[in-house]
Each structure stands twice: as structure tokens, then as C-alpha cells.
């Protein structure tokens, strides 16, 4: 069983020859299986997976982990550009409107694509909205994550629309993706709204297996310094052999992790993670 996880874009780039955006998407490699984990906000992981010499044809399912445009706004462009229908992981409540107060004007920063998008394009949809939801037996989403951790309140300013009324954003469309392995569990997220211990608690209390590996945003940019405080005293004692972390975390919250917790290092576009069968780890 080996994993090959490459970042496709994200906020930073380790090479001139790729591009970068605010956004994120990985591709995972496994077996029978090629999952696209969320599309960035364009094409330009597209571009990018062209220039990395990986042909999306081979895609057969893609994951988004939340209906923000940063993580699911390159999805219309991607079916247009491919023959393939992968099958696509979403939940329940994905087609919730979101929107952002941005000095008392409420901005779209959805996905910009719509059931209809899917049916047009014959593709097959799945709504999760179970707690565990196994694609393989060793790969599974994870949703409807614990709150018990008060400090990790979801942003202010992220609203969803319904009815004509603007209400706080909870984020409970949100998903992430978990890849059993002989050494623990591997964790991709998108942005972690819900808290990124809150998430990482319920999945082991779900599963009773211990966290291998990180990788995706954990949204601590413009967070207060106690919850980043906080943040990194549950990674201590996780022991977390590898977290690659980027996007939403900040430069701030990355740079504080890398000096207190083992097992950093920042994950951008062009990364490379292989993991062999014996869980022996590379990054490229």
C-alpha cells in the first residue's frame, strides 16, 4: 500500500515553473484510486498538474471540502477540461450560499456551480452526511464534527444566505478525508472551520486510532494568540510524526509550529508526499 499525495496549488509555490493562488488542492494516489481532494478558486491546479506530468483523466473521485471558492471554484473548470465523470464527495448541506461581511456588504464567495451544473453534466453525486462514510475500506470522510473545544469559534464574518436572511456560517458542510495506514491515520483537510481539534478528536474517538499525518489549512490566520497557544499544545501531545500545514493556517501560526512542534513542514504548491508500504515517509 503506497500513498502518493501532491499538492496542486495552494497559496505558495516551491517552483517559478508552477502557479500559486489562495486556495488549495491535493491529488492522493492510491491503488485503484486517484482522489482530488478540493480544486483551488480556477484552473491554475489544472496548469499545474499538466506541468507535474499527471493526467486528471485519471481522477475517480474528487472531494470538496466545503462550498468556499477557494477550495471548490476550479471544480466547473475541471469537468469542462476533462471526458471523464468521477464520481464527487460532497455533504449534505454544500449548496448552502456563503457569503462574507466585508464592511457591512455581504460578498458571494461560493463555489459558483449548482445542482444543476452536476446534472448537466451527468455527474454522480454524493451528498455525505454520515458521521464515517468509507470510500475504500482504508479510505474514509469524515463529517458532523464535535464542538467541544470553546475556543475554536468559526470566524465572524462567514455567513450563509437562506431565504433572503444572512445567518452565521457553522460549517457544517464541512469534510475531510482520513487514509488508514499501519502507522495511524492520514488527515487531509480543506480549512478545519469547525476547529482542527474538534475535528481531530472526533475522528479518533470515531475510529481509536492515532493521527500519522496532517496536511491541508487549519485557519489560525488573524486568530487570537491563545487559541494558537492552544492549538499548539494539542499537537505536542498528539505526537503527530508529520503535519503539513498551509493555506488559512497563517504565516504567524506556521511559524510558531515549526518552533514548537515536531513534525513541520510547510506543504505548498509542488509539494510531493510518498508514503511506501512500510509507512517510511519522503517529501519532495
Known amino acids: 500500500?503506497?500513498?502518493t499525495i501532491t499538492m496542486l496549488v495552494e497559496n505558495n509555490t516551491k517552483s517559478s515553473n508552477l502557479q500559486n493562488e489562495h486556495g488549495?488542492?491535493?491529488?492522493?494516489?492510491?491503488?485503484?484510486?486517484?482522489?482530488?481532494?478540493?480544486?483551488?478558486?480556477?484552473?491554475?491546479?489544472?496548469?499545474?498538474a499538466k506541468k507535474l506530468g499527471i493526467n486528471l483523466e485519471s481522477v475517480t473521485d474528487v472531494l470538496i471540502s466545503h462550498s468556499h471558492y477557494d477550495h471548490g471554484k476550479g471544480f466547473r473548470p475541471f469537468i469542462n477540461n476533462i471526458n471523464n465523470k468521477p464520481n464527487l464527495y460532497i455533504s449534505k448541506y454544500f449548496f448552502h450560499e456563503?457569503?462574507?461581511?466585508?464592511?457591512?456588504e455581504y460578498m458571494y464567495k461560493g463555489v459558483g456551480f449548482d445542482k444543476e451544473f452536476l446534472e448537466?453534466?451527468?455527474?454522480p453525486?454524493?451528498?455525505?452526511?454520515?458521521?464515517?462514510y468509507y470510500i475504500t475500506k482504508d479510505v474514509f470522510i469524515a463529517t458532523n464534527f464535535s464542538r467541544t473545544n470553546s475556543f475554536e469559534t468559526v470566524n465572524s464574518k462567514f455567513y450563509i444566505k437562506d431565504n433572503n436572511y444572512y445567518i452565521k456560517d457553522d460549517f457544517i458542510d464541512e469534510i475531510v478525508l482520513g487514509i488508514n495506514t499501519s502507522k495511524g491515520l492520514v488527515i487531509i483537510v480543506g480549512c478545519s472551520h469547525p476547529g482542527?481539534?474538534?475535528?481531530?478528536?472526533?475522528?479518533?474517538?470515531?475510529?481509536?486510532?492515532?493521527?500519522?499525518?496532517?496536511?491541508?489549512?487549519?485557519?489560525?490566520?488573524?486568530?487570537?494568540?491563545?487559541r494558537?497557544?492552544?492549538?499548539?499544545?494539542?499537537?505536542?501531545?498528539?505526537n503527530i510524526k508529520y503535519l503539513g500545514l498551509s493555506h488559512c493556517t497563517g504565516e504567524k501560526a506556521c511559524n510558531e509550529i515549526n518552533n514548537n512542534v515536531n513534525g513541520?513542514?510547510?506543504?505548498?504548491?509542488?509539494?510531493?508526499?510518498?508514503?511506501?508500504?512500510?509507512?517510511?515517509?519522503?517529501?519532495?
Open 196 to 226: 482542527i481539534i474538534n475535528i481531530l478528536e472526533t475522528i479518533s474517538n470515531r475510529t481509536g486510532k492515532e493521527i500519522f499525518m496532517v496536511l491541508g489549512g487549519i485557519h489560525l490566520v488573524n486568530s487570537p494568540q491563545d
Open 1 to 3: 500500500m503506497s500513498i
Open 228 to 238: 494558537i497557544n492552544k492549538t499548539i499544545d494539542y499537537l505536542k501531545k498528539l
Open 264 to 284: 513541520y513542514f510547510r506543504s505548498c504548491t509542488g509539494t510531493i508526499i510518498q508514503i511506501d508500504e512500510m509507512c517510511n515517509v519522503k517529501i519532495i
Open 98 to 104: 456563503k457569503y462574507s461581511l466585508v464592511e457591512s
Open 120 to 123: 448537466e453534466n451527468n455527474i
Open 24 to 48: 488549495l488542492s491535493y491529488l492522493i494516489q492510491k491503488e485503484e484510486k486517484n482522489i482530488l481532494f478540493d480544486t483551488g478558486q480556477s484552473d491554475k491546479f489544472i496548469n499545474n
Open 125 to 132: 453525486s454524493n451528498y455525505i452526511e454520515e458521521d464515517i
